[in-house]
């Protein structure tokens, strides 16, 4: 392409206009379609974003925009809304056209919500991204070129953490784990930053209120699924006064203290020697 070009368009020109006062990504910039023109080998794998979502309409279009501004080129996004009285619904009709399915209508929760969605996905990975989260410019391109290089795997990536609508982005540098310490839970991978193949996916547990995602990567790591590491900044952990974080603190350490009391006593080792290993790398 001749430098002197300016850059084709994706879907920036064609989405809904951001409110005036939105600037910057993912509301006045796009990752450039000229990022896919060379694809992998075997093509770009189909990524299947899955979007759990409840009472988020302050936040949820800027979710939806970082997504589809990904402008990734075998994308599949299905959003499932737990029938929020928001204006969460009104503005999923109006990202309609670009939304592969969209519902809004009661469910059981969380995981019952990602269970509905997952199982209406086709894609080669599958993605999770929360209502309230969202993702980082050519997040996407760098996860669709890590796949399948080198086999089946849990692919994560760094992220980032904004506290409400704070411009300030504080960066959280992963590390590379073994797949043991996945198993154990001694590492922990963020769920608006982590991929994993369709074909090794296993159910959410409905019983779960706060760490499903972490109960889904220890059975799929259990299950032999090797983490992969990327060093690129997928996405960004909004923490608010609204978000389960906040909310449900005393739920999490509840689920993760019973899931705990449940494993033998090689887990527990296990873990220690992970946890060593973490602080040792750092």
Known sequence: ??????????????????????????WTTE????????APAGGWPKITIVCPSFEQGRYIEETIRSVLL????????LIMDGGSHDETAEILRRYA?????????????????????CGRATGDLLGWINSDDYYLPGAFAVVGRSYPAKGPALI??????????????????????????VAVGGVTLPSHATFWPRASHQPFNEELRFTMDADLYKR??????????LPDFLGVFRNHGASK????????????????RAQPWTTHCLW???????????
């Open 70 to 77: 990904q402008n990734y080129p075998n994308l599949e996004f």
């Open 31 to 38: 990752t450039s379609p000229a990022l896919y023109a060379s």
């Open 156 to 181: 994560y990536g760094n992220d980032q953490v904004r506290q409400g609508d704070a411009p300030e982005l504080v960066p959280t540098h992963r590390h590379p784990a073994f797949r043991f310490q």
């Open 220 to 229: 799929l790591a259990a299950a032999g699924l090797k983490p992969l590491h």
């Open 245 to 260: 974080t906040a909310l449900l603190h005393a739920v999490a350490e509840t689920e993760t203290a019973q899931w705990s």
């Open 97 to 117: 056209p670009w939304l592969t399915h969209w519902e809004s209508q009661p469910d059981r929760g969380q995981s019952h919500a990602l269970n509905k969605a």
């Open 272 to 282: 220690r020697l992970s946890r060593l290993i973490d602080r040792l790398r750092r």
């Open 1 to 26: 392409m001749n430098s002197s070009q300016p850059p084709p368009s994706g879907l920036i020109t064609t989405l809904p206009a951001p409110p005036p006062s939105r600037v910057g990504w993912p």
